[in-house]
């Protein structure tokens, strides 16, 4: 049986809204129909085609346009048309470990997708006490920021500590089974926040700032912080984030490209540390990945079962 496969991160919803695609349709369709330059890497019959299993798919909003009411009422959009997915059958939303096991039982028959939500910034929630809504409707991660800072932290692009708003947050989250992904926070955040949480951490989508040196990326240090929390590390095949020097409009990178990073995160965390978390789609296309890598089903050819999928999904085991 082939190995399952998980992608820690798609902005799913956010393609669908803000970009106007319908990921209904087969992703051939798709790029033949999208008006958009870059062009389209996913739709949910291409996560399909390729048998991925699991996906956290993020709530997402640019908090660089219009205000938090704006960005709430955003969030509970996105998540009804995930929720509309679900009722029309085409992927199933996991919303706890039962329902992981029921849906890894029933996958190799249907291969609908399973999502699990993920919060990719706090900015949306007017207060910790905003995020037992979402919980009660089955989001089980949460960044804290997205690349600005906000009222619970710093971010990768506007640095700075962990508040005590942050502070708050975490506990509700520890409390409520929400587990923490540190993509996208500030360094000095990120280590005031494993000081705080005590529950379960990961990287959804970030990779070796040793080889591209940006806050974007994860330090060893906190590479080596992640491995002793038992977290995962999910890499992403984008070439900014793989080579400091290429530049929108360069020719794709080889794939070397990326096992550079693969070999230095699990140098680190160790082989079982370490999975896939694209963000394919999330404000890039098919030019701006390296070459061999046109859909999700091409993502095999970068490593074993364990890289693939099962790495995550022992991860989720552990606490969902
Ligand atoms: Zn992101």
New binding site residues.
Partial sequence: MEPVMVDAHLDLAHNARALGRDLTLPLDRLREVDPHPETPLVTLESLREAGVAVVFATLFVDPREGGREDWEEEVWVQLHLYEAWEAQGLVRLVRDGRGLEAHLQRFPQDRVPGLLLLL?GAHALASPEDLLPLRERGLRLLSLT?ATGNAYAGGNAEEGPLTERGKALLQAMARWGVALDL??LAEEAAWQALEVFPGPVCAT?ANARALVPSPRHLSDRLMEALRERGGVLGLVPFNAFLDPGWKRGDPRLPLEAFFRHKAHAEAILGPGGVGLGT?WD?GFGLEAVPQGLDRHRDLRALGDAGFLGENWIRWLRGWL
């Fill in positions: 990719e997205w993509s996208h989508h963000d999330g």
